[in-house]
């Protein structure tokens, strides 16, 4: 699913769920394209039973997420070697002791 997100073929997974289809639809446009977002481009959350407070924490995460990664781009920050070895690898990162 990650690699599918990355790559922009979330759409194509056999097996994704409608929940996971709708909210990957969703940001993607809400990242990309925010002025162009109507009211129809909710309608699947909410088809979805996503409540108005849903949908608002849903929009939250996903400024909050391009927020973050303009503002880390913008800086020059860079990944550390174990994060980027994790994502490599795969293996998640271990919680400090």
């Excluded at 699913?1 to 990957?24: S, T, Y």
């Excluded at 809400?30 to 608002?56: C, H, I, V, Y």
């Excluded at 924490?57 to 997420?65: L, N, P």
Aim: glycine share 6%; charged share 30%; hydrophobic share 45%.
């Amino acid at each position: 699913m990650i690699d599918a997100v990355h790559e922009l073929r979330w759409g194509a997974l056999p097996g994704i769920d409608p929940r996971a289809r709708a909210l990957c639809d969703l940001a993607y446009k809400l990242s990309g394209t925010p002025a162009k977002m109507t009211r129809e481009d909710w309608q699947p959350l909410r088809d979805l039973n996503f409540s108005d407070e849903a949908l608002l924490e849903v929009a939250h995460i996903v400024g909050i997420f391009n927020y973050l990664t303009r503002l880390a781009d913008g800086l020059g920050l860079e990944l550390d070697d174990a994060v980027v070895e994790a994502a490599r690898t795969k293996v998640p990162l271990k919680k400090p002791d």
